[in-house]
């Protein structure tokens, strides 16, 4: 047998005692080892196998029900919002007042057809640079 069962005396579904067999705390120890259980978690349930009571079928990972009391969640740092909107005049004036140059993209000065003969002598001659002539 895996455990010999101890009745106990008590109220209202008391829980007997259990006696775990060295294999099964052997087994059980091997398996907290293996999974990824906190100390909390493990702590918990060697406690329990030690006084005998009847393994949790849950552990929380942390001391409280609530969750960590240390660790904080991060708060998204957003942006403190207006406390009031702008209406559209106060826009359209801010518009009109504003005296900043428009703005105007950068003249190109790209040649696609230059380009591609550049990469083609990339992929004929490995280089971009003219090779030198034989003799």
Not at 34 to 61: A, D, F, H, I, W
Not at 108 to 115: G, I, V
């Amino acid at each position: 047998t895996i455990m010999s069962v101890q009745r106990g005396g008590g109220l209202f579904g008391t829980q007997p005692k259990v006696q775990y067999s060295k294999e099964t705390a052997d087994l059980l120890k091997t398996m907290m080892e293996e999974s990824k259980l906190t100390n909390y978690q493990q702590r918990v349930l060697r406690t329990q196998m030690r006084e005998g009571s009847s393994l949790p079928t849950r552990v929380n990972p942390h001391h409280s029900k609530d969750g960590p009391s240390s660790i904080q969640k991060k708060k998204s740092q957003t942006p403190p919002r207006p406390s009031r909107l702008k209406s559209q005049q106060t826009i359209q004036l801010e518009i009109d007042n504003d005296t900043s140059e428009p703005y105007r993209p950068p003249v190109s000065s790209y040649n696609s057809e230059k380009e591609k003969e550049r990469l083609n002598k990339i992929l004929v001659y490995g280089t971009d640079k003219p090779l030198p002539k034989p003799r």
